[in-house]
């Protein structure tokens, strides 16, 4: 069998409704304002959603994609999606946010879990992991609690 030469071709596509606001963050409440302004609804969604801000090196967000829908109290996520997702758009720093339904942003251990096999995935790639968000009565900053 014969093997035809293929060429791939990487399309960007629109991700999000952040091309209405100049958006660019610097804190974790900065961030915090995105996410809520952008997924307006994910504060009180049932389901556990798990997205990412896509960043250029000025911190100005390029993209934002809720990534996957879990549960009521997990979601899973792979780090490949999400660094598939940034070398497409052409992020080079990412800040990545999820829900609890419940209302409690303590981390459990698959929130750490995740957290360091991204930023061990991102690191490799050449991306900065700045910060994993979790939202739900407040907000809980893995980064700015020593998490990260």
Known sequence: MKIQNVRLQIVRENIGE???????????TSVVNVIVTVFDTLKYDTQEN??????????????????????SDSSLVSPRDIIQKALIIGATRLIVFHNHPSGDTTPSKEDMDITKRLKDSCNIMGIDLLDHIIIGDDYTSLKEDGSM
């Open 18 to 28: 952040y091309n209405d606001y100049d958006f660019k963050v610097n804190s974790p």
């Open 50 to 71: 798990f997205g990412a801000l896509f960043l250029n090196t000025r911190n100005k967000v390029i993209g934002a994609e809720l990534i996957t829908r879990g549960t």
